[in-house]
């Protein structure tokens, strides 16, 4: 069975920092793209964040670049975003999921990230 | 950026019925070099993650049902659901993977009378 799971979310001051991990199983982790999708409370999906096979290419949107890193470790499995200097516009639920609009398509269940003071 | 007009914001339709859903893409999301559109559909229930239901604008993923059709090429892109059914009860979105950043569609939120 195939499983995304994603920890490290919580309530985060601004301008602190977080690291979401995803633990992937049933599946060959390392023969996919991975990214990083966010959904603001009752907003829509947006894409954060992609990484490469061998995490050797990463993107990011404009919004987060030099604030987010997305890595990966194939060993383990396992799919991170270590989101500093977070902004209350971070606010949102996290998906893990496979590299978008392809087959196949894996989703975790998400994370929430609340950015307060 | 590619921006991505999606519409209707939201739709309310009986069981049976048909629905459609567009998608405009301030650039074309055809690719020279396969000749593939770079348009997907995902589909959203309540509470859950996204679900992907087409790729390459038309191509359904493994099991979704065929009443989920694709269609549309370069800019102009369309999400059909022939015959309704209660389970459909969802939010909709397009995206665009022709290039980073990748870009999602507003949503359209489906509601079933």
């Known amino acids: 069975e195939v499983q995304l799971v994603e920890s490290g979310g919580g309530l985060v001051q601004p301008g602190r920092s977080l690291k979401l991990s995803c633990a992937a199983s049933?599946?060959?982790?390392?023969?996919?793209?991975m990214a990083w999708v966010r959904q603001a409370p009752t907003k829509g999906l947006e894409w954060v964040a992609s990484?490469?096979?061998?995490?050797?290419?990463?993107y990011y949107r404009d919004s987060v670049k030099g604030r987010f890193t997305i890595s990966r470790d194939n060993a383990k499995s396992s799919l991170y975003l270590q989101m500093d200097s977070l902004r209350s516009e971070d606010t949102a639920t996290y998906y893990c999921?496979?590299?978008?609009?392809?087959?196949?398509?894996?989703w975790g269940q998400g994370v929430m990230v609340t950015v307060s003071s | 950026d590619i921006v991505m007009t999606q519409s209707p914001f939201s739709l309310a339709v009986s069981e049976g019925e048909m629905v459609t859903i567009n998608c405009k893409s301030s650039?074309?999301?055809?690719?020279?070099?396969?000749?593939?559109?770079?348009l997907a559909w995902y589909q959203q229930k309540p509470g859950q993650s996204p679900k992907l239901l087409i790729y390459?604008?038309?191509t359904r993923q493994s099991g979704v049902p065929d009443r989920f059709i694709g269609s549309g090429s370069g800019t102009d892109f369309t999400l059909t659901i022939s015959d309704v059914q209660a389970e459909d009860l969802a939010d909709y979105y397009c995206?665009?993977?022709?290039?980073?950043?990748?870009?999602f569609g507003s949503g359209t939120k489906l509601e079933i009378k």
């Open positions: 390459y604008a038309s």
């Open positions: 990484i490469s096979y061998d995490g050797g290419s990463t």
């Open positions: 995206l665009q993977h022709y290039s980073s950043p990748l870009t």
């Open positions: 999921t496979t590299d978008l609009g392809w087959e196949p398509d894996y």
């Open positions: 650039q074309s999301l055809l690719s020279s070099g396969n000749q593939k559109n770079y």
């Open positions: 049933g599946f060959t982790f390392s023969d996919y793209y």
